[in-house]
Structures are given as C-alpha cells and as structure tokens.
C-alpha cells in the first residue's frame, strides 16, 4: 500500500488538470512501480521529520505542489505510451525505476525541491515596480512567469537523472541477450523521457520572452554536460577516483552538475522580477550554496544513514568523504583502482566504508556542509524578512548534519 501522505499529496497536485482515462493508467503504473521497489519499512527519523515538515510548510506557502512539477508534465496523453512500459520494467533494476519512484515518493530521498527554492526566493524578495509582470502576481506573490521558470527548473533537473540512468548495453558488458533486450527498452524509455522533458522545458523557456533567462538557464543545461566529462568512469559511467582527486576538483564538478542550475534559477527569477544585477548575482551565489550544501548531504548519506544504507552498499567513489580520504594517501588510490578494474560492481564497497569511517573524513564532510548552509543563510536577510525567507532557513537548516 502507498502511504497515505503520497496519495494526498499525489491528489492535490492531479486536481489542477484533467485526469482522463491515459492519466490514471499512467498514474497507477508509476504507484505500482513506487510500491514495487519501495522498502517495507517507512520508519523516519527526527531529521526526516524536520525535512517534511520543512517543505511541506514551503508548498503552503507558495501554493504549489512543487514536489510534482515533473510528475505533472510526465501525466500527459503524449506520454502515455512511454510511461506505460515502466511496468514492464519492474524487476529489471533498470536506474529509471528508481527515478520514478523518487518521482511519487514524498519523503526525505524527494529530489524535486529545485523549483520549491525558487518560488520561495520569488516570494521573499517580492517585485520592483518595473516588474513587466505586476498584473500577473497570484494569492501567493508569485508572477506567472516565475511559476513556468520553477516549474522549468524541476524538468531540466529531473531529465538529466533520467538521461543519466542509460546503461552500457554492450554484449560484452551484459552477455545475457533476455536481460540485455528488457534493459534495452529501460534505456529507450529513459532517452524519450529525459529528452520530452527537456524538449517542455525548452517550449516554457521560449514562452518567458526573456532573452538574459533563456541565456543563464542554457548556460546551466550546457554545465549539466561539461560535468560528464570530467573525470574517469568505468565501463558503466560510475565515476572512479583519480590521484588529483581534492576538494577543488570536487567543487568544479559539482557547482556544474549540482550548483548551476539552481543558481541560475534564482538569479533568473530575480530578473523577471525586475532587480538589478547586484541583487541577481547574490541570488546566484544563494543558489549555488545551497546547491553545493545538498551536494554534500547526498554524498554524506552512505556514512551517516546505516538504515537505507547499511555498511557493503556501492557508493559514489568521488563523493566528498571519499576524497577526503584519499587526499591522505594518494598510494591508496592506485590500488583501488586496479581491484575496480574498470567495473565497481565487483569493488569492495565495505572495507573502503570501515576505512572512511575510522578517520575524519566524515566529521570533514559535516563540517563542509555547514560551511555551505551558512553560507545560503548569510544571504537571506538579503531578500528581506518573510515567512518565506523563514522557510528557505528551515529547508536549509533541515539538512544540517
């Protein structure tokens, strides 16, 4: 059974548009997916508790249920025939099942609160009267066009995880022709949906009439790519540690893949509200920060969350703890990378796991983390005093390790 916060909240967000006979196939086809890959136990800690509330105190206040702006886009009678082979999916362990679970799981692990940031921002440093949108301003103080601009983030967002989930489907990688075939279909599913994402986005960022928006939001989709390459992978993509590993080259990468977007996103929302570029690149350096701070936490999850990701689990060998494990010994990474032999499926997860855990590398990350939190808190006050400037500092203290 779904939980009932996620058919509620699932509910408010389809009332806005028509739920036809696709839309409801669609619907339950992803539910099914949701519960079919989902664990059994729904226990949530403190700090999961504080998320929640977090952004589920935001949403009222920007009207929006901003956790399903890509679900929404995804529910439409165009793609009806792509979303309905998900089923077919189930028991592949293709990446895409995965994204569309965390697509309809409203919890901690919820990956689309990019456009929830931006509307928040939106609300708490209001409009200029040379706003060309005044007229347009709804119950919750946001334009019209600011809405497209959230909703427009969360797609790009949510299309290059999609695009990310392709696999390496070479006979020499996945020898097996039956399971090869049905991963195949996993790996056109996630093409046609990442690419119709991005392709609504492109349309709603055309709809903007904004030259300098449409300008910063490409730049950020261009970074999405410049990240990929950079730094070696296996043969299935999973990145590898290299000895020039460092907090620089960490930083570099994932203000590309983790900072960019969000950070254009709010400098851009304050472009159509009509401030100035002081005002904008401050709001860029907000999102940034809380970018790189969501970043942090991400990579810190396989340390500090021994429930959903208990000691053994592959993780992300260019996270953050990692990097600061390896800066101390440089020799480790050459050994490494001989027993990774170009595929991590058959690393020793765990014994890097006790290695990381018995130095400082953890407490660093935290440390990192809060570096990052407090930046983005520092320049609240900025966007003035609101309920909605109170909200952003629960969402960002809510991730504070």
Excluded at 131 to 137: E, G
Excluded at 355 to 382: F, G, T, W
């Amino acid at each position: 059974m779904l939980p009932e916060r996620l058919i509620s909240s699932a509910c408010c967000c389809l009332r806005n548009f028509p739920f036809n006979i696709e839309t409801k196939h669609i619907y339950r086809t992803l539910s099914h997916v949701s519960t079919t890959t989902s664990s059994s136990n729904w226990s949530v800690s403190v700090k999961t508790h504080d998320w929640n509330r977090a952004v589920s105190d935001a949403e009222k206040l920007v009207g929006h249920p901003t956790t399903f702006f890509s679900l929404k886009c995804l529910l439409s009678e165009e793609f009806t025939s792509v979303a309905m082979n998900l089923r077919r999916l189930v028991g592949t362990d293709h990446p895409i099942l995965k994204t569309a679970k965390r697509l309809v799981y409203h919890g901690r692990t919820n990956m689309q609160t990019r456009g929830l940031v931006v509307l928040l921002l939106s609300k708490a440093a209001g409009h200029t009267p040379t706003c060309k949108d005044l007229n347009s301003i709804n119950e919750s103080g946001v334009t019209a066009r600011q809405q497209t601009l959230a909703e427009i983030t969360e797609m790009i967002h949510t299309a290059h995880l999609i695009h990310k989930g392709i696999l390496n489907l070479s006979p020499t990688v996945v020898p097996e022709e039956n399971t090869r075939e049905d991963l195949q279909l996993g790996n056109k599913v996630s093409i046609l949906s990442g690419d119709y994402l991005l392709a609504n986005a492109c349309k709603g960022l055309a709809n903007l009439r904004n030259c300098k928006v449409v300008d910063l939001i490409s730049k950020a989709i261009a970074d999405f790519m410049q990240a990929e390459f950079l730094g070696e992978y296996d043969k299935q993509g999973n990145a590898l540690p290299v000895r020039e590993m460092s907090l620089s080259t960490w930083e570099e990468k994932n203000i590309l893949c983790a900072g960019s977007l969000l950070a254009n996103s709010c400098k851009s929302t304050l472009e159509l509200a009509g401030f100035d570029e002081q005002l904008q690149a401050k709001a860029f350096e907000f999102g940034k920060n809380v970018g790189l701070a969501w970043q942090v936490y991400s990579d810190l999850q396989p340390f500090v969350d021994h429930l959903n990701y208990p000691p053994g689990n592959k993780f992300d060998l260019t996270s953050i703890p990692v990097i600061f494990h390896l800066e101390k010994n440089q020799m480790k990474v050459d050994s490494l990378r001989q027993e990774i032999d170009n595929d991590v499926s058959n690393f020793d997860f765990k014994s890097l796991h006790e290695s990381i855990m018995a130095d400082d590398s953890v407490r660093r990350s935290k440390n990192l983390l809060h570096h990052y939190s407090q930046q983005a808190e520092d320049l609240l006050p900025l966007f003035g005093s609101s309920a909605a400037s109170k909200a952003l500092f629960n969402i960002i203290n809510s991730i504070r390790e």
